[in-house]
């Protein structure tokens, strides 16, 4: 069993960045893929971004590409979202989760281990 910690959410003018960190405890990180999903208000959750296990290969929602950065460090069991250029539709809670898939990782039903969410509001 994996846990999961997000960090760094927050309040953010449009146009402005921020960096969220997703800490692993209890596994060892690089035993797993991991993702970035998002939840909207009155919304499913959806897919934002994800990295393989070694962090060769990464994915992203059309909406978040050139935008957003997917990073992790294996050693510090830790994953990362780089978010720039935000947007108030970027408005949600950011969840990461780990999986034990090698494919179909942008899709929820694949991820074994979910975070509590970190609440990120971007203002106009």
């Known amino acids: 069993q994996v846990q999961l910690v997000e960090s760094g959410g927050g309040l953010v003018q449009a146009g402005g960045s921020l960096r969220l960190s997703c800490a692993a405890s209890?596994?060892?990180?690089?035993?797993?893929?991991m993702g970035w999903f998002r939840q909207a208000p009155g919304k499913e959750r959806e897919f934002v971004a994800a990295i393989s296990r070694s962090g060769d290969r990464t994915y992203y929602a059309d909406s978040m590409k050139g935008r957003f950065t997917i990073s992790r460090d294996n050693a510090k069991n830790t994953v990362y979202l780089q978010m720039n250029s935000l947007i108030p539709e970027d408005t949600a809670v950011y969840y990461c989760a780990a999986s034990t898939y090698y494919t179909y990782l942008t899709n929820k039903g694949s991820y074994n281990y979910w975070g509590q969410g970190t609440q990120v509001t971007v203002s106009s």
């Open positions: 209890g596994r060892t990180l690089s035993n797993y893929a």
